[in-house]
């Protein structure tokens, strides 16, 4: 379904630091809509992208051979930079494969981010959250976004995966761009050149730690990878290990950061919802919730048809690409009363599609429930009051496709006074 019309607003970059009006017009007159820009259909109504999210077997995660619309990370004119680098190009492992194939790779790493596997972790995240609290009150001129929340779920994943967190900024590149070829529309070719660029270098930098937990198993996330045997009874290589990693790094860091960062944006803009959650803890992991729903740190991603199908009442033809736009259905007013709005009280308050939904549910939700939750926590029992900084440029989103991304968190804060 091609909607002329309609202005094809993905390739304006001022829409996408802005989307939701453009979103809730497509909601109202092109619910299915054809984007030249990203190369597919976007499906926007939150009814249509649970359709195509809960059934994989008509809706395939695993992208065409060789395109680079989206999932650019799979094109193939750029495996000899893999190979001149002695290391594997990435390979299709949890985002981007289904059936069989995506449950040898889901049932590798579910145990890790069960609740169970978090429960396991709490001490860890607590100590790392206190610990860049601290550098971030310590440091003169910080911002919350770059020194905080960046850095939060950053070094948690390395602890995790048992890396040095002296890489953690190469893991933040990293995640960049495994981001931009996510999206691929709108990167030219100097741009996937230098994003693939970033992969052949973190993939250089992961494969030493892959060989050392090998030869003598380490007590982490790497080390379970290499030694512990699949749902086929054999062992991941090399390549699958490491885009294993990637995936992690990326959901690790990129839409976790996210996650904190459009929570404090919502507070900011409003500070009686800021002081009903300091005088009730308890309301936090409904807030969690409503910020993941109203700001989706992962805006979208592609199916692509099996089959003849009907979506909306439109026709698709196997092989047809839709992309399935989390944060337009995450706003439909067909399923959230008042859906622009923070609503503590709403019920069913997890049936969002922040973290998808489907097999393809987010594989660090709980994860990424409990960094949110504790951040915000622990930022209150040491922040009594925090403000814009009025001397600062005004707050801004990124245009990344992909993700819903602040350029920047400047804000002023008053510490909690200690008792002597």
Known sequence: MRSPEIFDQFVNEEMRREPYEF????????????????????VSRYDDVRFVLDNAVLFSSKPPFNQTKALAKYATEY???YAEAGVPAPLPTLVSTDGA??????????????????????????RVIDEVLDEYLN????????????????????YMLGLPL??????????????????GAGEDATGLLAAHRTTVEFQSYLLPFVERSRASRTDDLIGHLA?????????????EILSLVQVMNVGGNETTTNGIGNMFEKLLADPALEQRLRADRSLIPRFVEEAVRLESPVCGMPRWATAPVEVGGVAFKAGDCLHVRFAAANRDERRFACPAHVDLARSSIRNHVGFGSGPHYCLGANLARFELKTTLDKFFDRVEAMWLDPGAPKITYDTKLQVRALTGLPIRVRETVKAP
């Open 166 to 183: 002296s890489g953690a900024s190469l893991m933040q590149r990293a995640g960049q761009a495994a981001i931009r070829l996510a999206a």
């Open 139 to 158: 440091a003169e001129g910080a911002d919350l976004y770059r020194d905080f929340s960046l850095k939060i779920p950053l070094y948690v994943i390395c």
């Open 227 to 239: 030694h512990e045997l699949t749902v086929d009874g054999d062992h991941l290589s090399d390549q």
């Open 101 to 126: 194939v995506h449950k040898r790779y889901r049932s590798m790493v579910d145990a890790a981010f069960s609740v169970a596997g978090v429960r396991r972790q709490e001490r860890m995240v607590e």
């Open 79 to 81: 495996s000899h930079l």
């Open 23 to 42: 979103y809730a017009h497509l909601r109202e007159e092109a619910p299915i809509f054809w984007s030249e820009y990203l190369g597919s259909h976007v």
